[in-house]
Nanobody, 129 residues
Framework: QVRLAESGGGLVQAGGSLRLSCTVS?????????MGWFRRAPGKEREFVAS?????????RYADSVKGRFTISRDNARNTAYLQMNSLKPEDTAIYYC????????????????????WGQGTQVTVSS
């Protein structure tokens, strides 16, 4: 059974930082796979945050709203992806979900929800003003 376990969420003041982790068990990502982070704010639809390819290029993709503030990274040996979030804003408040794309040939990491095959349960991030 594939499981994605997110951790690292919490309450932080605006301007602060948090680091989210997502560890995959029951499945080992291939070089063609990717991991991504999405979020759902209260009353809004789920939106893309960042993603990273699992192969040697480790190419990344970010939503415009988080560029320059968030950094996605990975540890292949641990089957884990991270999301370092700096300069947090109240509008970053949301439930953050990690997801796994089993694989695709070529191109950058995906950003559409439909591209991802497995999802975590989410971790709450709350940024106070």
């Amino acid at each position: 059974q594939v499981r994605l376990a997110e951790s690292g969420g919490g309450l932080v003041q605006a301007g602060g930082s948090l680091r989210l982790s997502c560890t995959v068990s029951g499945y080992t990502l291939s070089d063609y796979g990717s991991m991504g982070w999405f979020r759902r704010a209260p009353g809004k639809e789920r939106e893309f945050v960042a993603s990273i390819r699992w192969g040697i290029t480790a190419s990344v993709r970010y939503a415009d709203s988080v560029k320059g503030r968030f950094t996605i990274s990975r540890d292949n040996a641990r089957n884990t992806a991270y999301l370092q979030m700096n300069s947090l804003k109240p509008e970053d408040t949301a439930i953050y979900y990690c997801a796994v794309d089993r694989g695709r040939v070529g191109g950058g990491p995906p950003s559409r929800s439909d591209d991802f095959d497995f999802w975590g349960q989410g971790t709450q991030v709350t940024v106070s003003s």
